[in-house]
């Protein structure tokens, strides 16, 4: 039990410095701070930004531009309640929800259970969840009594244009997928698409979360990305397996830890109302074991939905068998904001480098905010400071994120840009000018060992994209 108690706050430790490394070096930052913060809703950064549009950058050259057979939209946030109520969204999307009867105050009922020990609450009845409360006499953190478990529908509503009418009540989207199923039918009369074909969409979803945890993990705006991948039902079982190697490519791709990864089949009553079969992949978060991913065989339940909600036949036809069927669906989801946070803990390490403890990010060169960093040894010669900034226009009009770096003396620069995970950084100095070289060098430290070299001015194009290649 010792052990245990140690162990988890050694993790509540190295979690407080990741969020203390995200804000303090311009990845996250708590949305609206300024007036005291809101709950989980939190800004990205200068290098957050950077770090996601990376992130993005690389699931749309891996599953839209890299196939043939992915087609990219991007539809509204705000979706009507009509069709959100086809979808099942305005009835039953929710979370169990318990009240202390003294404070008022709103906990997730599966969350307190959880903590009691219960894995995967989540997935109980409401009658089970009030049983297991009343048989574990689970208290509120305050340690008052709790009200009976009820559902929460975490949808944020609000109203179109200046009338209070029912017809204008609208959402704002809880998730990315409808707005895929509703446009199904002009993808098909516009893109002439022939089975299999998938849809794909980066985009914000809303959920009006009870309670917000665990830093970017659980929060009421986030970021997904998704593809609905249209198939014929007779055919589903072996393109679940095509999308489960592929979520298992992509977790390599961008680096995250794969002994911390595992699939959970879903089962039985666990699965959604329209899933046929779901696969989890959860992730070791510093907090536990929790999912990252998720691939659903959804069968044709969204489509039939929006078809008989509104009265139009979303039913396609083989050319070539002349078979019509309303098509089924493989849906592997992927939370950007979830990948993040994955990444950062797969990525930090702490070692000791000259005698003093050091912090960084071992991120892989196709994710870091910079693949570069570039630095005069000092600032106050301008031979030396213009030769560096000749480099800098140059390799950043080669690889795009390219930093500046002259802020502080040369051993602060490397310690910032190891932990914002720069993989090199290059510095001009005295030795660049020195006189019987044959060509200009620069010194160029490799992130990870520290090790530095020294490059020829003209090579450093061909340098970094051998090193970039690995």
Do not use: C
């Not at 007036?35 to 990376?54: C, F, M, R, T, V």
């Not at 489960?244 to 390599?252: D, N, Q, S």
């Amino acid at each position: 039990m010792l052990a245990t108690i140690e162990r988890a706050m050694d993790e509540t430790i190295r979690m407080e410095e990741i969020i203390s490394l995200a804000k303090r070096r311009g990845f996250i930052f708590p949305a609206g701070e300024l007036y005291g913060g809101l709950a989980g809703i939190y800004d990205y950064g200068p290098l957050g930004s950077l770090l996601k549009e990376q992130i993005k950058k690389l699931w749309r050259d891996t599953f839209v531009f890299g196939r043939e057979d992915i087609f990219l939209i991007d539809a509204a946030i705000i979706m009507g309640e009509k069709a959100l109520s086809a979808s099942g969204h305005v009835g039953g999307f929710s979370d169990p929800v318990v009240v202390d009867t003294k404070t008022g105050k709103q906990y997730r009922a599966d969350h307190l259970i959880e903590s009691f020990g219960v894995e995967h609450a989540e997935n109980l009845s409401l009658e089970e969840m009030n049983q297991i409360i009343k048989e574990k006499n689970i208290l509120s953190p305050e340690g008052n009594a709790l009200s009976e478990v009820k559902d929460f529908n975490l949808m944020l509503k609000t109203e179109l244009g200046a009338s209070a009418d029912s017809s204008n009540i609208a959402y704002l989207r809880p998730e990315t997928a409808q707005g895929i199923f509703v446009n199904y039918k002009n993808i098909m009369d516009s893109m002439h698409p022939k089975i299999p074909f998938g849809v794909a969409q980066i985009g914000k979803a809303y959920r009006n979360e009870i309670t917000p945890r665990n830093f970017i993990f659980r929060l009421r705006e986030l970021e997904q990305m998704e593809i609905e991948y249209f198939i014929n039902p007779k055919d589903w079982e072996k393109y679940f397996e095509l999308w489960r190697k592929e979520m298992h490519r992509w977790i390599e791709l961008i680096g995250l830890d794969t002994e911390k990864v595992h699939e959970r089949e879903v089962k039985g009553e666990d699965l959604a109302h329209y899933s046929q079969r779901t696969i989890d992949f959860e992730f070791d978060y510093l907090f536990g074991r929790k999912e990252l991913y998720g691939l659903a065989y959804r069968t044709d339940y969204d489509l039939k939905k929006h078809s008989e909600a509104s009265k139009t036949k979303l039913i396609y036809t083989d050319p070539h068998t002349g078979e019509s069927f309303i098509p089924h669906v493989i849906e592997p989801s992927l939370g950007l904001d979830r990948t993040i946070l994955a990444t950062l803990v797969s990525a930090y390490r702490e070692d000791e480098m000259d005698g003093k403890k050091r912090i960084y990010l071992a991120l892989k060169h196709n994710l870091a905010p910079y693949r570069i960093a570039v630095s005069p040894l000092v600032k106050n010669k301008d031979f030396i400071v213009t030769k560096a900034r000749d480099i800098f226009h140059n390799l950043k009009k080669r690889f795009g994120n390219v930093a500046w770096d002259d802020n502080g003396n040369i051993g602060k620069r490397y310690r910032r840009q190891d932990e914002i995970g720069t993989p090199f950084s290059l510095v001009v100095d005295y030795d660049t000018f020195e006189e019987g070289n044959l060509f200009e060098t620069v010194s160029i430290r490799e992130r990870d060992t520290g090790k530095q070299e020294r490059v020829a001015v003209n090579n450093l194009v061909n340098y970094f994209e051998e090193k970039f290649s690995e």
